[in-house]
């Protein structure tokens, strides 16, 4: 983690939000406004914006909005995705508390309010937030991110005591873009300290829906790759806290790739291949199914068509890439 800027002086904020950005100028306008109306903390707040070399002119808007709001300072990050970014973030605020959150979201107006009205209770080091969907969309073509239920540690609405962060070290940074699990890995070794994680839903923010595109499915699948790191760091955890909630392989995943295997062998009989042709032929079917290809506009099936064949194979392939990379399998 970066070095800490100097010790706090008194006109310090209780609260720091900590926001990293690569690309999000579209949702800027609409997040700064939001974050100007929330209501004051008795503790004042700042706003630290990292921008992780941004190609879309986020900076520059970013830059001009700390030029007319004080409270509002911009970092430039090292373009090594969200963990390394939100460290950098970190080291430059100047609060007690880091409240963490994204520029695709909204939070309410009382987000700060109700983080102090926790944070300064005897012996809060930590919170989860509640993340509700921006709507009901049930389209294939719209990802819903929420956290209802508390125990996912999204860092789009996390609060982490400035002190035990730099105990911990921030995030690790071995996450690189596309990050994922890099906020779960956090909380479990703050858990690992005994640290209590309350899930309280009055802390809520919004987040919005994020419009899916072929190559933006089949680059997000990469991510998997950080489930074995996750794994062999928190092998408990990671069995009874989060396995159960991320799907690895679909139904028909496996089915489909052993099948393939099969046809693919150059010494197969004819009864063996044919086998392989239904059992090919049942996998794809649910893959298929999984896929929603009905749900989606005719002129767009093609492409998604494409991801739904490709995504089995490139999930498989990123899973065990990680289980090589951490020497750790984990499914």
Not at 45 to 53: H, M, N
Not at 59 to 74: K, N, T, W
Not at 230 to 246: D, E, N, S
Not at 290 to 303: K, N, Y
Request: proline content about 6%.
């Amino acid at each position: 983690m970066a070095n800490s800027p100097e010790s706090s002086s008194p006109a310090d904020p209780l609260l720091s939000v900590v926001i990293c950005v690569k690309d999000g100028r579209p949702y800027l306008p609409t997040l700064y406004r939001s974050l100007a109306e929330l209501e004051e903390p008795k503790g004042g707040f700042e706003v630290v914006f990292v921008d992780d070399e941004s190609h879309d002119g986020t900076a520059e808007l970013l830059a001009d909005i700390a030029a007319r709001d004080h409270r509002v300072r911009l970092v430039r990050g090292r373009g090594l995705g969200v963990a390394a970014g939100r460290n950098d973030g970190i080291a430059n605020a100047r609060g007690r508390f880091i409240a963490l959150t994204d520029a695709d979201v909204i939070p309410d107006r009382d987000w700060l309010v109700q983080i102090e009205r926790l944070v300064t209770q005897e012996g809060v080091r930590a919170i989860e937030g509640a993340v509700a969907p921006w709507s009901d969309n049930g389209s294939p073509l719209i990802r819903n991110v929420q956290n209802q239920d508390g125990g996912r540690f999204m860092t789009a609405n996390m609060v982490y005591e400035r002190a035990m962060l730099d105990e911990l070290g921030g995030f690790d940074e071995s996450f690189r873009p596309p990050c994922f699990l890099e906020d779960t890995e956090l909380a479990f070794r703050t858990l690992d300290r005994g640290v209590h994680i309350p899930f309280v839903t009055d802390v809520r923010v919004r987040h919005r829906d994020v419009p899916l595109s072929p190559n933006a499915a089949l680059k997000s699948l990469a991510g998997l790759e950080w489930m074995a790191l996750v794994a062999r760091k928190h092998p408990r955890r990671y069995r009874q806290q989060l396995r159960g909630k991320i799907q690895t392989l679909r139904p028909g995943d496996l089915e489909l790739l052993l099948s393939l295997s099969l046809l693919a062998r150059r010494r197969a009989s004819v009864s063996e291949r044919l086998v392989g042709a239904a059992l090919t032929a049942i996998a794809l079917r649910r893959v298929m199914r999984v896929a929603q290809l009905s749900h989606i506009p005719r002129a767009e099936r093609l492409p998604w068509l494409g991801v739904a064949l490709a995504s089995p194979g490139l999930r498989a392939f990123h899973l065990v890439k990680g289980w090589v990379r951490f020497r750790k399998v984990a499914l």
